[in-house]
């Protein structure tokens, strides 16, 4: 046999057409995926069996972890407390503090709730009180394309006349709306955003915290996923309760 018949055998034996190749091609492409999947989720359960063998394998799972759906449960536990020194003893510092959270050159918007005149009369004499300090809350507010935070001022009164004249000084406070979650800096507007973002857009908390970080804002993907948690739980639960009922 000639060495040119031979080639052209060869170069026959090995052609197909070209929709059987595409077709070829697009099965071995599926194949490597899956093949890519279960090696990912044989990862995951050695991983989970075993325990992490380092701080970055660990990451490496949360972050696989939060491709799924439950990714707030997977980091709400996660967050630690940092310790404070206080004057002749140590305490827990309380975790999310927003002076944490936010840069410090972050635009502050100040809103004063004060007392109108005539709720400001004094129930002994019948004087306007006159205001002697206030508390303050900060939350963390988002609009579409900025965040800042609104700091709440809430006054507090007392009859100067009384407090000059009288053995006891009748006073009052402005009312304080509710908190969206008792002694935290969340907003409403805040925990709306990330819940859009996480289950209508898609984009899991870790992506999240990475964009709050390029906008200067420290907001962990810890917190974020306790604040998904509570709220659902105080404020979801009850309107799912009622209309399943």
Not at 11 to 36: C, F, H, Q
């Amino acid at each position: 046999m000639k060495k040119g018949e031979n080639e052209t055998r060869n170069a026959e034996a090995v052609t197909i057409p070209r929709a059987e190749y595409e077709a070829l091609k697009e099965e071995n492409a599926e194949l490597s995926r899956k093949v890519d999947w279960l090696m990912e989720r044989l990862r995951l359960n050695r991983q989970k069996r075993f325990g992490a063998s380092s701080e970055k394998s660990t990451d490496d799972a949360l972050e696989q972890l939060s491709l799924l759906f439950d990714e707030a449960e997977v980091y709400a536990e996660q967050e630690k407390a940092e310790p404070v020194a206080v004057a002749a003893h140590v305490r827990k510092r309380r975790s999310g503090s927003v002076q944490d959270a936010v840069p410090e050159d972050i635009h502050v918007e100040v809103v004063e709730h004060r007392l109108p005149e005539e709720d400001r009369k004094c129930p002994q004499c019948g004087r306007v009180m006159e205001a002697i300090g206030t508390e303050v809350r900060e939350t963390l507010k988002i609009r579409p394309a900025e965040v800042y935070l609104q700091r709440d001022v809430y006054y507090s009164y007392a009859c100067g006349d009384c407090e000059r004249n009288d053995i006891s000084t009748p006073v009052v406070k402005t009312p304080k709306e509710p908190a969206l979650i008792p002694g935290g800096f969340a907003s409403a507007e805040a925990v709306a955003h990330i819940a859009v973002q996480k289950f209508v857009m898609g984009s899991p908390l870790y992506r999240q915290e990475q964009e709050w970080q390029r906008q200067g804002i420290r907001l962990s993907r810890q917190t974020m996923s306790n604040w998904l948690l509570k709220c659902a739980e105080d404020w979801l639960r009850p309107v799912y309760e009622e209309l399943h009922r």
